[in-house]
């Protein structure tokens, strides 16, 4: 029995063996190149480069304002600012990545007062460390808390008839805090992402004990584009 077997087996290679050799010598007469085999579509990662660490640049712009400041009676207007860095990617499992970024980005607000309107300009250097989710092929969901540096903030007082304009290098307040991070990405080709974020301070920022400024948490609606790079 076992010499069987092992005579059907070495019948069934020779077969296939010889199979092969003239299929190819056919499509060769023919001049046809010989079909590519179709590859497997990959359930852990879509079919794509999912399990290949990307990095890349970011750049977009920020609409801004802030929410809590004085009280609820308290309002401010959305200012334009622009945000831009450098982006990470590293796979754990589909469709679960670690999406840490580094950003420059400009928040702010503008409210009016009775002594006319007051806008303040802030620049922060953001660090989010989201998880990030391929929920379908082509789009994918990111949340996760966000570490926020202040270097440098503009105050602008507008009267009517004049315009003040001062920056605050020596800022007495919370220079560091956390805020969240909610957004959505969907790809526009292999290399280009686009992106829309939505970030809020956890906490109250604490001007510098100047009543005139008040504490503030910073909410931007943000949207711009993602380079990736493997």
């Avoid at 991070?181 to 829309?196: A, D, Q, W």
Wanted: with cysteine.
């Amino acid at each position: 029995m076992k010499k069987f077997l092992l005579m059907a087996v070495c019948l069934i290679t020779v077969a296939g063996t010889v199979s092969a050799q003239r299929y190819d010598r056919r499509y060769q007469r023919r001049g046809v190149r010989r079909p590519a085999p179709v590859q497997r579509y990959d359930n852990r990662g879509g079919g794509d480069d999912f399990y290949t660490p990307k990095v890349g640049l970011a750049g977009g712009v920020n609409f801004s304002n802030t929410v809590d400041a004085y009280n609820s009676d308290f309002s401010t207007s959305t200012i334009a600012g622009w945000h831009a860095g450098l982006t990470f990617e590293v796979p754990i499992a589909y469709p679960l990545s670690f999406a840490p970024e580094i950003l420059f980005s400009q928040k702010g607000y503008k409210a009016e007062t009775i002594d006319g309107t007051f806008k303040q300009r802030t620049n922060y250097v953001d660090i989010p460390l989201l998880a990030k989710f391929r929920l379908v092929p082509g789009f994918n969901f990111v949340i996760g808390p966000q570490l926020t540096f202040i270097t440098s903030t503009r105050n602008t007082y507008d009267d009517g008839f004049n315009t003040i304009s001062e920056s605050e290098y020596n800022y007495r307040g919370d220079k560091s805090y956390i805020s969240g991070v909610v957004g959505v990405g969907i790809t526009l080709n292999r290399n280009v992402e686009l992106r829309g974020r939505y970030a809020i301070d956890l906490d109250k920022n604490y001007a510098n004990g100047n009543s005139a400024i008040p504490d503030y948490r910073n909410q931007v609606f943000s949207l711009g584009l993602g380079f990736k790079f493997n």
